[in-house]
């Protein structure tokens, strides 16, 4: 039996160290990958306690874990990192596109729309009260731009 490298038959315990490091070293730079080649190194340690192997052979062995493993980590956990559609900025933000009937008449250019519990005051064309409008954006803060459906 001869050594090649660092490596020998019967060496698995390298292999099982740099995986619980590797392991280990993603709790300092998580959502890295480094789970991935340090689960593919323990698993090799296991098949190298188990069934001993040329050191090129636990080479290739070790590069095809870790593609296979970082490609089935990336279809499990993939869709964690896909975001859902952007929050609005406010509330008020939140509730343009909707649409309202007006609670008390737009005149002089502002009046009041109520949504759920609340009283929000609108600017937009002079029209009365229980019109059907839709809010098309937001001014000042909270002030509600709507225009007549």
């Not at 593919?40 to 493993?69: C, D, H, K, N, S």
């Not at 869709?79 to 005149?107: C, M, N, T, Y």
């Not at 009046?111 to 600017?123: F, P, Y």
């Amino acid at each position: 039996m001869s050594d090649i490298g660092l490596f020998s038959h019967g060496d698995y315990i390298v292999w099982l160290v740099a995986g619980f490091i590797l392991c280990a070293a993603e709790t300092i730079a998580p959502g890295a990958f480094l789970i991935w080649i340090g689960a593919a190194a323990l698993i090799l340690g296991a098949v190298e306690f188990v069934w001993p192997l040329e050191f090129t052979a636990q080479l290739f062995l070790f590069a095809a874990l870790v593609v296979v493993l970082v490609i089935i980590g990336r279809r499990v956990y993939g869709s964690l990192d896909r975001r859902s559609a952007p929050q609005p900025l406010s509330r008020a933000h939140g509730l343009v596109g909707k649409e309202f009937f007006l609670d008390q008449p737009i005149e002089r250019g502002f009046g009041n729309i109520r949504v759920d519990d609340s009283v929000w005051r609108v600017t937009g064309e002079d029209m009365g009260a229980g019109a059907k409008v839709r809010v098309t954006g937001v001014e000042e803060g909270s002030l509600l731009r709507v225009a007549k459906v």
